[in-house]
C-alpha cells in the first residue's frame, strides 16, 4: 500500500499496532519519545522495554523526530489521554492538511471533560479518527486474532484507515458515532473497575454478573443522553471491551478495583502507573448530576476509589439500588 503511515508512541499498544499495519505499507515510522529506544528499533528490530522476545517487522523504522512524519497520511496516536492535548499541538506544526489522525486513548481531560477527537479537532482544526475495542497489545504484537471499531464523522477518512488497519487477522467495523463509540471506551474503565473491587471483595459470580447487566444497561443510557447511539454498545467498542476489561487480569481498571476491593489503597502518583479510570469517574460523577442520571455504577465506584469508603458498604449500596 502506497499510504505513508506513522505511530506517535511506542508503548504496548503503539508498538502492536506498528507491527499490524506494517503488514499493509511499505514503510511504518514509530515515533519513541525516547531516543535508545528508536535507536534499538533500527539497529536491532527489537523492543525489548515492552516486547523482548518479539522481533519487529523489517519495515518498522524508529524516528525521534516529529518533523519526519511531515508526509504522513495517517497517524495513530496511541500515547494517554493526559498529552493528547500538548503532543497534537507540537504535532500540528509538521503535518499536512490532508493527514488523518486516529487516536486510541480510552479517556477524557480532566480540565475540559472532553473526549480525545473534541481535543484533536480543537488543535489541528480536522476531525480525528477514534479507535476502540477489545484489543490487547500484546495478543494484537503476536498477531493473534483480533477485533476493533472506527468511528469518524468523514467516511473517506474511516475507509483509508480501515486499509491501513485491516489484515485477515484484525476485523475492523467502521461507523460515524464518534460520541458513542469514545464514550464506550471511557465508561469502559469504570464498569472494569466496578468487577474488580466485587472480585477483591471476593463476591460471588451470580452477584457480580447481575451487577454487571446492571452496569451494561447503564453504559447504554448514559451514552444515549449525551448524544451517542445506544446500539454502538453492542459493538467491539462496546460489549467486546468492556467484557475484556472487566474480567481479565491484563486490565489496569480491572486490577486496580480488585486491590481496593482488598482495602489496598493505590498512590497512582508514587506507583507511575496511570490509571485512566479514576479520572474518569470523577468527571463522569460530574455528568451524571449535570444531567440528573442515576448510574449505581459510577456511584459505587466513586464512593471506593475517590472516598475511600468502605467497599463492602458500597457494594451493599449498589446491590440494594437493583
Same mark, same amino acid.
Given at each position: ?123 489541528? +482544526? =480536522?476531525?480525528? #479518527? ?10 494484537? *504484537?503476536?498477531? /493473534? @486474532? ?82 451517542? +447511539? =445506544?446500539?454502538? #454498545? ?10 475484556? *476489561?472487566?474480567? /481479565? @487480569? ?73
Amino acid at each position: 500500500m502506497k499510504l505513508n503511515v506513522g505511530v506517535i508512541g511506542s508503548g504496548a499498544m503503539g508498538t502492536a499496532i506498528s507491527q499490524s499495519i506494517a503488514e499493509n505499507v511499505d514503510k511504518l515510522f514509530l515515533y519513541a519519545r525516547r531516543e535508545e529506544i528508536c535507536n534499538e528499533i533500527n539497529s536491532k528490530h527489537y523492543n525489548s522495554q515492552y516486547y523482548p522476545n518479539l522481533k519487529l517487522k523489517d519495515n518498522i523504522i524508529g524516528i525521534n523526530d516529529f518533523s519526519k512524519l511531515k508526509d504522513a497520511d495517517i497517524i495513530f496516536l496511541c500515547i494517554p489521554s493526559s498529552t493528547v492535548r500538548n503532543v497534537t499541538e507540537e504535532l500540528n506544526d509538521y503535518i499536512s492538511k490532508d493527514c488523518i489522525l486516529v487516536t486510541t486513548a480510552k479517556g477524557m481531560e480532566a480540565n475540559t471533560n472532553k473526549r480525545m477527537t473534541e481535543i484533536i479537532e480543537e488543535t489541528t +482544526k =480536522r476531525p480525528a #479518527v477514534a479507535l476502540s475495542g477489545p484489543n490487547i497489545a500484546s495478543e494484537m *504484537a503476536q498477531n /493473534l @486474532s483480533t477485533a476493533t471499531t472506527i468511528a469518524c464523522d468523514n467516511k473517506e477518512y474511516l475507509t483509508k484507515v480501515k486499509n491501513s488497519l485491516e489484515t485477515k487477522k484484525f476485523k475492523v467495523n467502521t461507523n460515524t458515532d464518534v460520541i458513542g463509540t469514545e464514550y464506550c471506551g471511557i465508561l469502559k474503565n469504570v464498569v472494569a473497575i466496578s468487577q474488580g473491587i466485587c472480585e477483591g471483595l471476593d463476591i460471588n459470580d451470580n452477584a457480580r454478573f447481575a451487577l454487571f447487566t446492571k452496569s451494561y444497561n447503564e453504559t447504554k443510557e448514559i451514552i444515549e443522553v449525551l448524544g451517542g +447511539k =445506544r446500539d454502538i #454498545v453492542d459493538d467491539y467498542c462496546g460489549f467486546g471491551d468492556i467484557i475484556t *476489561a472487566s474480567t /481479565l @487480569s491484563v486490565s489496569r481498571n480491572h486490577t486496580l478495583g480488585v486491590l481496593y476491593g482488598q482495602g489496598i489503597v493505590v498512590d497512582e502518583k508514587s506507583s507511575g502507573i496511570l490509571f485512566e479510570g479514576r479520572n474518569t469517574t470523577v468527571i463522569l460523577k460530574g455528568i451524571c448530576e449535570k444531567y440528573n442520571l442515576n448510574s449505581l455504577t459510577v456511584d459505587f465506584v466513586y464512593d471506593v476509589i475517590v472516598e475511600k469508603n468502605n467497599p463492602k458498604l458500597a457494594f451493599n449500596n449498589f446491590w440494594d439500588g437493583l
